[in-house]
């Protein structure tokens, strides 16, 4: 496990560096867009140095804002603080994380934070309503999994400069159709910045899409083992991912640069394949019991 927590910091390195990197080339050519050519890979750097450091540390707080979630309350939602008060004794963990609600029919869960100390588990108005306490107690180990493995902070980077990026870039795009010049070899030249920005906007998804599969699938299996040691009752983590992935209704908040955050993915379409494809978010559901029970 502690290689485990090495390695998931160091993937964390390298993925801030490679979106630090495409940052600041996307800035890049929207201040030459802007005739800034002179001070434009300036501009760029330090822009791209300043998002990388915010998103760094409130990665948590814009992903939480992008899915609406609320704060638990004790009052409220008794249950679910008082399973995690129990598996905080088993987990190891000296902190423990928040809790928040999303407003959503659909049984999911996610967790987030840079680290440990500033972690946050959220889990949907259906988990709480359509799952049983051995059930929620099995899916909210799964998330302290991911909290104890360093798994959230990979994820919430990931999750928030995808979306940045896929943003930087449709921004360029626009911005250099709607440039004017009058030379025609400045218009020549501002033709094959347009296509570089072209080329950005297309690759966007396709990066994203591979960024995220950074997140290793093995991270679910892992953390499907590190639950089952903290509950010691894997038949009710068993039970909640069927009931999860046979579930039929739609979760709005979710999105292509948060989808592999959750427990189970979000998207209705993706589900019915009980196993995994090279871009697959997620493990499928029937590899991932066969993998819990051949723990028992």
């Known amino acids: 496990m502690y290689e485990d927590i090495r390695k998931n910091k160091i993937k964390t390195g390298v993925v801030v560096f490679g979106f630090l ?16 050519s002179e001070y434009a890979i300036v501009i760029a750097l330090g822009f791209s140095i300043l998002s990388t450091i ?12 992008s899915v609406r979630a609320r704060p638990a309350t004790h009052e409220e939602d008794l249950q679910l603080t008082n399973i995690l008060e129990a598996l905080m004794i088993t987990s190891g963990l000296k902190t423990k994380p928040q809790l928040y609600v999303v407003d959503e029919e ?3 869960a996610f967790a987030t934070g840079r680290d440990p100390e500033h972690a946050i588990i959220c889990v949907t108005r259906g988990l709480l309503e359509k799952l049983d306490y051995y059930e929620l107690e099995g899916v909210i180990a799964h998330e302290l999994a991911h909290v104890k493995n360093y798994d959230i902070r ?17 921004v360029v795009t626009r911005s250099l159709f709607y440039s004017r010049r009058s030379d025609k070899e400045e218009r020549g030249g501002n033709m094959i910045i347009i296509l570089i920005g072209l080329f950005f906007l297309i690759i966007s998804p396709i990066v994203s899409q591979l960024i995220q599969l950074a997140v290793s699938r093995r991270r679910e299996y ?3 083992a590190t639950a089952v040691s903290f509950t010691r009752n894997p038949e009710g983590l068993i039970s909640a991912l069927k ?31 009980n196993t995994s494809n090279l871009f697959s978010t997620h493990p499928g559901i029937e590899e ?6 051949n723990l028992k």
Do not use: W
């Open 21 to 36: 990197t495409m940052i600041t080339l996307i800035l890049y050519f929207l201040c030459y867009a802007f005739d800034f």
């Open 54 to 65: 915010a998103t760094y540390y409130n990665c948590d707080k814009i992903v939480l804002a």
């Open 106 to 108: 659909q049984p999911n």
């Open 154 to 170: 990979l994820s919430a980077v990931i999750s928030v400069m995808v979306g940045f990026v896929i943003m930087l870039s449709d």
């Open 222 to 224: 892992l953390a499907d």
């Open 243 to 273: 009931k999860i992935s046979s579930d039929d209704s739609e979760l709005t908040v979710a999105s292509n640069s948060n989808a592999h955050m959750y427990i189970v993915t979000p998207f209705k379409n993706k589900r019915k394949s």
């Open 288 to 293: 991932r019991i066969e993998a819990i029970e």
